[in-house]
Nanobody
Framework: QVQLVESGGGLVQPGASLKLSCAAS????????MGWSRQAPGKEREFVAA????????DYAHSVKGRFTISRDNAKNMVYLQMNSLKPEDTAVYYCAAGRTWPLPNDYWGKGTLVTVSF
């Protein structure tokens, strides 16, 4: 089992930045592909970003490419999502995920953290 706990969400204005964190515990963190997905009100959950075990390979949804950056620290069992130039359409609950599949890890999920982008 892998337990995932997200943090760092909040209310920000359009154009601002926010950094989400995901703390992992349980089985060997470095063995897993890690990812972020989000679910906006009334919409299905969608892929945002993923990073492989080494940290050298990443993948992003087209809507966030160039604005968001995923990273990981295997020594600390942490994965991050740096979000810049936030837009109102980025408003969603953001979920951390871990798994074996690339680029959509889906074996374990956190409970999510809410990001609201609004004036």
């Amino acid at each position: 089992q892998v337990q995932l706990v997200e943090s760092g969400g909040g209310l920000v204005q359009p154009g601002a930045s926010l950094k989400l964190s995901c703390a992992a515990s349980g089985r060997t963190f470095s063995n897993y592909v890690m990812g972020w997905s989000r679910q906006a009100p009334g919409k299905e959950r969608e892929f945002v970003a993923a990073i492989d075990w080494s940290g050298y390979n990443t993948d992003y949804a087209h809507s966030v490419k160039g604005r968001f950056t995923i990273s990981r620290d295997n020594a600390k069992n942490m994965v991050y999502l740096q979000m810049n130039s936030l837009k109102p359409e980025d408003t969603a609950v953001y979920y951390c995920a871990a798994g074996r599949t690339w680029p959509l890890p889906n074996d374990y999920w956190g409970k999510g953290t809410l990001v609201t982008v609004s004036f």
